[in-house]
């Protein structure tokens, strides 16, 4: 009684049964699991495309996720693609996405010449101070020697950075329930 019934037809498909089309990241709202999501997404992609056009260090370098501008800028490229790509899209959809990504890489170049960063070592991008700001820091250049190593280390103090910040959020509400 409990099988189905040939007879039944084929199950009903529903929008919550779809998935969702690309959406806009906000690295500034995504929560600790979001953000360590997005970041390895984001990170497969890079590397896919620096390798599929052979995009040189002085376009994407190495060390792009700890420039926000970079990050910012890659993010928006990637959802591009992914809406470029869909299967639901037209045809000519890619052909806007690679005229994009000609404008993208010339920001991409002046970006990666603003901050600094090389294909073996980085800086903090240089911030100007405005009159009555204390100075900038001065920029210390680093060096790594494993890429995939720095990356992973760098998510994990990006996620707990977040998490702290969430918990730390929760923990606010649950005083201000007890007053």
């Not at 979001?34 to 190495?62: F, I, S």
């Not at 010449?113 to 009159?131: L, M, V």
């Not at 103090?157 to 959020?169: G, L, P, S």
């Amino acid at each position: 009684m409990d099988e189905p019934d040939v007879f039944d037809g084929p199950p009903r498909v529903t929008n919550a049964d779809m998935p969702e089309p690309p959406h806009p990241v906000n690295w500034n709202l995504l929560t600790a699991h979001e953000l360590e999501q997005e970041w390895l997404a984001l990170n497969r992609w890079v590397d896919w495309l620096r390798r599929t056009y052979g995009l040189p260090v002085a376009v994407v370098p190495p060390f792009w996720h700890h420039h926000p501008e970079m990050v910012w800028e890659l993010s928006a490229l990637h959802l591009h693609w992914l809406a470029a790509y869909d299967p639901e899209q037209n045809a000519s959809a890619p052909l806007g996405w690679h005229r994009d990504f000609a404008d993208a890489r010339e920001r991409l170049r002046y970006w990666v010449t603003a901050c600094g960063t090389r294909g073996d070592r980085d800086r903090p991008t240089r911030q100007a101070a405005w009159p009555g700001e204390d100075p900038a820091p001065t920029i210390q250049d680093f060096t790594f020697t494993d890429r995939a190593a720095e990356f992973v280390e760098f998510v994990i103090a990006q996620v707990r950075k977040r998490q702290e910040a969430e918990d730390e959020f929760y923990a606010g509400l649950d005083d201000d329930e007890a007053q």
